[in-house]
């Protein structure tokens, strides 16, 4: 149905995974029932932001919306977008991030870049800790996601 995916995991967890871009999304096993989706490679690090965020082939298109190739989104520059376009949402915290969280269960998550990677000076990659941020409202976009089985309360 979404074409050939790049890749093609079985977790050993009762889950399977296919992976088109870094779109990843995850079935049941035995039942082949998606149970989840997400992308957490927002960040424009060291890596090819392109690779990570845009996909197309002959069955699908994703659409990275307001989304900005090797450019970070901020919090406060996520929340002004969709007070713009007058969508509804809410800010909280889960799972020690913070998250903005729709309706349908989809959320975003934000990161204080501490886990970012960057290339030293010999070309082998590195953790980079000289670029965490402090300040809540400059976190970067970090993923998109919906785990239903997760959302129940």
Not at 85 to 109: H, K, M, N, P, T
Not at 112 to 126: F, S
Request: aromatic share 16%; proline share 1%; hydrophobic share 35%.
């Amino acid at each position: 149905m979404l074409g050939e995916p790049e890749a093609d995991q079985d977790f050993g967890t009762g889950y399977t995974g296919l992976l088109y871009c870094w779109y990843e999304f995850f079935f049941d096993t035995d039942t082949g029932i998606l149970d989840s989706i997400q992308n957490d490679h927002f960040q424009a690090d060291y890596s090819n932001n392109e690779e990570m965020i845009v996909f197309k082939n002959d069955k699908i298109e994703i659409d990275t919306w307001f989304l900005r190739l090797n450019q970070d989104l901020t919090l406060s520059e996520v929340r002004r977008i969709l007070n713009e376009q007058g969508i509804s949402f809410a800010e909280e915290e889960y799972w020690g991030c913070d998250i903005i969280r729709f309706e349908s269960g989809v959320y975003l998550d934000f990161d204080n870049r501490d886990g970012v990677w960057g290339i030293d000076e010999y070309g082998c990659v590195e953790k980079d800790d000289s670029v965490v941020i402090d300040d809540k409202e400059s976190f970067v976009l970090n993923g998109i996601r919906h785990f239903p089985s997760m959302n129940k309360k």
